[in-house]
């Protein structure tokens, strides 16, 4: 369990949200929900919230200090430990670090530094299951006797079982006194409605531009960032920047990553590629073996979705996300969009196809394929 997920800086632009919920737990009277939805894109910082905010309730001297948790008193040692008694989260055996994660907002995971990258790449894409033996367990803890807050925090909830789902419910009809339930959702459209109507939405999606500006340019700063192929260091003017958030939808953090990326030096490459494939000109083998070399297959689905994204765009005669792009080469001879639609609907499968351990190369060389007749 990684301590820094609880004692990490607040994000710029959670300032005003962390200041509201830290004086209303204060206040004598205050109550705060007992249930609570940190959700949104990948990217905007949920998870680096709710691990500090988790941290803050527990402190025993958060009396004294509304800034975040101590670090030092003994619940924050139990943190930092990973054992603390009154925290409980599902799923168990996640091995996830999301987009949100980076060195210095990293989510509460182990993992294990002897598997090999693809393995690991593997495991950053597969999000385990919250079963309904998973909800019963919160259940026992619910209802366990303390005279502290507990708190219960369920990941990447819209995992969730429809079985395990119904069980929540229960438990969400009935709230106990000193309990509070913390759902974190990439995709909260797949939770429940009845789910979303018994817990309290948290504002966290709308972020100030000037914020995520600054933040992305400081952390890209502080990196250093080359670029893979010169190793030359890499400038970002708020031009770039606001391309960045522009197609990571918003998501700071998500922008981050996305620059410091190699798929993200390749995009024109991706893009002749696509265009010698139509063209006949190179091979769906050739061309996979070729980008095999270069990237996962997840990297370069996540490549080839911002690539679909800008030419559905152009198809609707509207102008590309990516304006360091030139796109003239491929303007006379446009997909129809029901085959960009085809294209996207496959990648969606390809990536439940690569939960389920189907091999690399044989996702990589159908794709190829689909991008020729694309």
């Known amino acids: 369990m990684n301590e820094k ?22 206040q004598q009277d205050g109550k705060l929900a007992h249930a609570l939805l940190a959700s949104g894109v990948e990217g905007i910082g949920k998870r680096a919230f709710v691990w500090r905010w988790v941290a803050w ?11 975040g948790a101590c670090g030092e008193c003994e619940s924050c040692q139990w943190l930092k430990a990973g054992t603390h008694p009154d925290l409980a989260v599902l799923p168990i055996s ?67 079982t429809i079985a395990a789902a119904n069980a929540l419910l229960k438990t969400l009809e009935e709230p106990k ?3 509070q339930l913390i759902l ?8 429940l409605p009845t789910i979303k ?17 600054d933040y992305v340019k400081q952390r890209l700063t502080q990196s250093g960032h080359k670029d893979a192929e010169s190793m030359t260091k890499v400038s970002y003017d708020d031009e ?6 522009i197609i990571s939808a918003n998501a700071p953090l998500k922008a981050v990553s996305m620059a410091q990326s190699k798929w993200y030096g390749m995009r024109e490459l991706w893009l002749t590629t696509w265009q010698a494939l139509r063209s006949h000109s190179r091979t769906p083998v050739i061309a996979s073996d070729y980008w095999q070399s270069q990237l996962s297959i997840n990297e370069f689905i996540e490549l080839s979705q911002v690539m679909l994204a800008d030419v559905q765009r152009l198809v609707f005669d509207l102008p590309a996300y990516q ?52």
């Open 94 to 160: 996640s091995l996830l670090k999301s987009a949100e994660s980076d060195k210095a907002v990293e989510t509460v995971r182990k993992t294990n530094s002897k598997k090999s990258s693809k393995k690991n790449e593997a495991e950053k894409q597969v999000k385990p299951r919250i079963k309904i033996d998973d909800v019963r367990s919160i259940q026992d803890f619910v209802h366990q006797g303390s005279s502290n807050l507990r708190i219960c925090v369920f990941d990447y909830a819209e995992t969730m």
């Open 197 to 213: 109507s018994r817990v309290q939405q948290l504002a966290l999606t709308e972020i100030n531009q000037s914020h995520a500006i």
């Open 323 to 374: 304006q360091d792009i030139d796109y003239s080469s491929i303007l006379q001879s446009l997909p129809e969009m029901q085959r960009c639609i085809d294209l996207c609907e496959y990648i969606q499968t390809a990536i439940q196809s690569l939960t389920q351990n189907i091999q690399e190369k044989l996702i990589y060389d159908d794709m190829m394929q689909r991008l020729r007749n694309l």
């Open 5 to 26: 997920a609880y004692f990490a800086p607040l994000l710029p632009w959670q300032q005003s949200l962390w200041q509201r919920m830290t004086n209303a737990a204060l």
């Open 57 to 67: 309730q527990l402190c025993d001297n958060k009396q004294n200090n509304s800034d």
């Open 240 to 245: 770039k920047i606001k391309q960045l958030l």
């Open 177 to 179: 006194s000193g309990v």
């Open 184 to 191: 974190i959702s990439d995709k909260p459209d797949m939770l």
